[in-house]
């Protein structure tokens, strides 16, 4: 089976950093990706970490560490645009054909306050 | 580049009545997921083409969902009988073979069953 666990909410103020974290559970592992959604809008591709490290884009970058099944978004220098739910995702190789399934955390709604 | 086109984005239908979903997705992109977003979740697969081939239905509940996709471009999803607890975003998904870490999701259809 799987499971993904991140923080429900996250508030913060404008400038501020604040990290995201997610700890998962699966049968096989890929990666881990990370999606932005605002309030009814698409879900909308951040990051992929295949390997232990930091990537980073922009003001965004996303940690893994694969020996301990973690995970973290890190948003800086924050904006209000940057309000929005955050979903973690891992692939579950042992489902369907070779891409396995993209199995989803339950998000984690960040405020960013003025 | 058109982004994952579906309509319609919302649709109120009384219990027990058919509804149909459509996604056309990018040009290009030989998979396509249907996936469900409850209020305050992460989206839940419910089938996974690559081309015309659905390879990943095994959530999909098949005695009132269905799922098409000819030709393997715009693909229709139907719920018939529609149920209260069907109220839910479907949203559709496309990616490219080569990089099926990157989703490219859809804006929704908004469903109310009421």
């Known amino acids: 089976g799987q499971s993904l666990e991140q923080p429900s909410e996250v508030t913060a103020v404008e400038g501020a950093i604040v990290q995201i974290n997610c700890t998962y559970q699966?049968?096989?592992?890929?990666?881990l990706s990370w999606y932005q959604q605002h309030d009814g809008g698409a879900p909308t591709f951040l990051s992929y970490?295949?390997?232990?490290g930091l990537e980073e884009t922009g003001r965004f970058s996303s940690f893994l560490s694969r020996s301990d099944s973690y995970g973290y978004l890190l948003l800086q220098e924050l904006q209000m645009k940057d309000s929005a739910s955050y979903f973690c995702?891992?692939?579950?190789?042992?489902?369907?054909?070779?891409?396995?399934?993209?199995?989803f955390g339950r998000g984690t709604q960040l405020t960013v306050w003025p | 580049e058109a982004g994952v086109v579906q309509s319609p984005r919302y649709k109120i239908i009384e219990k027990k009545q058919p509804v149909a979903f459509w996604c056309n997705p990018i040009?290009?992109?030989?998979?396509l997921y249907w996936y469900r977003q409850n209020l305050g979740q992460g989206p839940e697969l419910l089938i996974r083409?690559?081309?015309?081939?659905?390879?990943?239905d095994s959530q999909l509940p098949k005695d009132r969902f269905s799922a098409e996709r000819l030709k393997g471009v715009d693909s229709t999803l139907k719920i018939q009988p529609a149920e209260l607890g069907d109220s839910a975003v479907y949203l559709c998904?496309?990616?490219?073979?080569?990089?099926?870490?990157?989703?490219?999701f859809g804006s929704g259809t908004q469903l109310s069953v009421l």
């Open positions: 995702a891992v692939r579950d190789t042992s489902r369907g054909s070779t891409l396995g399934r993209l199995y």
């Open positions: 970490n295949a390997l232990d």
């Open positions: 998904a496309s990616s490219f073979y080569g990089n099926n870490e990157k989703l490219f």
């Open positions: 699966t049968s096989g592992f890929y990666g």
């Open positions: 040009s290009g992109h030989n998979t």
């Open positions: 083409y690559e081309n015309e081939e659905a390879v990943d």
